[in-house]
Nanobody
Framework: QVQLVESGGGLVQAGGSLRLSCVASGNTFGTRAVGWYRQAPGSQREEVATIRIGGSTDYADPVKGRFTISRDAAKNAVYLQVFRLEPEDTAVYYC??????????WGQGCRVTVSS
């Protein structure tokens, strides 16, 4: 089993920045990828950014150039640095880990609210 804990969300003005953290514990051996997803009120959960075991990354078009995903293997952590936030970025952000057998683990989410 894997446990994921997100932190770093909050209320920020448009144009501001935040760093979201996802710390994993438990059996993280064989992790294939870790991603950040978000879900805005009334919307479906969408993928924002992913970092794979080899270090390659992918970003959703709306966040390209503004969000950066990175990892610290020693801390079992993955970060999402978000810049130039927009009100449309308001959502609950979730960390997702894909394990060796392609099983999915989710964190509890952290809320990001961007005021205009």
């Amino acid at each position: 089993q894997v446990q994921l804990v997100e932190s770093g969300g909050g209320l920020v003005q448009a144009g501001g920045s935040l760093r979201l953290s996802c710390v994993a514990s438990g059996n993280t051996f064989g992790t294939r990828a870790v991603g950040w997803y978000r879900q805005a009120p009334g919307s479906q959960r969408e993928e924002v950014a992913t970092i794979r075991i080899g270090g390659s990354t992918d970003y959703a078009d709306p966040v390209k150039g503004r969000f950066t995903i990175s990892r610290d293997a020693a801390k079992n952590a993955v970060y999402l640095q978000v810049f130039r936030l927009e009100p449309e970025d308001t959502a609950v952000y979730y960390c997702n880990l894909v394990g060796l057998e392609y099983e999915n683990y989710w964190g509890q989410g952290c809320r990001v609210t961007v005021s205009s």
